[in-house]
């Protein structure tokens, strides 16, 4: 099993920043890729960015350029810093590890941190 702690999330104006951080623990050498995902109120978790164990990174369209996602593989702990932060941008942000244990594929969650932009 994988532990994900998400901080960083708060209350931000339009044309902020925030960097999210998610510190994983337990079987993180299972981990292969971890992402971020988001939700606003009344839609569907969406895909936000993703890094691959070997670092290759995907952000989906809406956020490349503003949204960068890193690691640190030391801390066990993933970042995703955000730019130029924008109203629709407010969500919970929930990270995500994903796991391969023999041929078995496991998806964990974390309880997710708020973002919210607002003037």
């Known amino acids: 099993q994988v532990q994900l702690v998400e901080s960083g999330g708060g209350l931000v104006q339009p044309g902020g920043s925030l960097r999210l951080s998610c510190a994983a623990s337990?079987?993180?050498?299972?981990?292969?890729?971890m992402g971020w995902y988001r939700q606003a109120p009344g839609k569907q978790r969406e895909l936000v960015a993703t890094?691959?164990?070997?670092?290759?990174?995907n952000y989906v369209d809406s956020v490349k350029g503003r949204f960068t996602i890193s690691r640190d593989n030391a801390k066990n702990t993933v970042y995703l810093q955000i730019l130029s932060l924008k109203p629709e941008d407010t969500a919970l942000y929930y990270c995500?590890?994903?796991?391969?244990?023999?041929?078995?594929?496991?998806?964990?969650w974390g309880q997710g941190t708020q973002v919210t932009v607002s003037s």
């Open positions: 995500n590890a994903k796991l391969k244990v023999l041929l078995a594929f496991y998806d964990y």
């Open positions: 337990g079987s993180i050498s299972n981990i292969y890729a």
């Open positions: 890094i691959n164990s070997d670092g290759r990174t």
